[in-house]
């Protein structure tokens, strides 16, 4: 998924700015954790509803391109 854009959002006045599922405030560090917790994309659209695959998709771009993006800078 290239444009996560779509689906993620970053409000200061949302979950202190945190990037969020537009129209909720399910953090994309959430959706991250239950997916490293074991949970099927299935299962976690069962439990939130509102959520769709596009945005658990659009979660794991969001997090893939910062981690592109991000330097080491040596100590």
Request: hydrophobic share 50%; charged share 25%.
């Amino acid at each position: 998924m290239k444009d996560f854009s779509t689906y993620i959002s970053i409000d200061a006045s949302v979950r202190f700015g945190k990037p969020c599922i537009k129209g909720t405030r399910i953090a994309v560090v959430d959706i991250l954790q239950w997916l490293a917790s074991g949970m099927s994309h299935e299962q976690i659209m069962e439990d939130y509803p509102s959520l769709k695959e596009d945005h658990i998709l659009a979660a794991l771009a969001f997090a893939a391109n910062r981690e592109s993006i991000i330097k080491m800078v040596a100590a």
